[in-house]
């Protein structure tokens, strides 16, 4: 039906920089909102940033001036560039999308990507 795939996680160390990934797929007819959450062990998913179909762009207090958020409409990608990045960045981080989706009928869903798992070593 609809898939959301990430890629772009890895290992790095502090200072360093990521680009994180997430192209979505399949019976789509629009994408709204789009975003990026992160889940570090033992705690709660929480939101990083988000962007809407237009462009306007939100980010939790403490990634501001350091994480940016994009995306391309043309091709059901969002992106997250991570820089000066701290080991208290470390966590999974999973895509999220409100698309429209056409299959039988027409309804707006949230999907989830699979999740991929940044690590910042000290």
């Known amino acids: 039906q609809v898939q959301l795939v990430e890629s772009g996680g890895g290992l790095v160390q502090a200072g360093g920089s990521l680009r994180l990934s997430c192209a979505a797929s399949?019976?789509?007819?629009?994408?709204?909102?789009m975003a990026w959450y992160r889940q570090a062990p033992g705690a709660q998913r929480v939101v990083v940033a988000t962007?809407?179909?237009?462009?306007?762009?939100n980010y939790a207090d403490s990634v501001k001036g350091r994480f940016t958020i994009s995306r391309d409409n043309a091709k059901n990608t969002v992106y997250l560039q991570m820089n000066s990045l701290k080991p208290e960045d470390t966590a999974v981080y999973y895509c999220?999308?409100?698309?429209?989706?056409?299959?039988?009928?027409?309804?707006?869903?949230?999907?989830w990507g699979q999740g991929t798992q940044v690590t910042v070593s000290s």
């Open positions: 999220n999308a409100n698309i429209v989706v056409r299959t039988t009928t027409t309804y707006e869903a949230r999907f």
């Open positions: 399949g019976s789509i007819i629009s994408i709204n909102t």
């Open positions: 962007i809407t179909s237009g462009g306007y762009t």
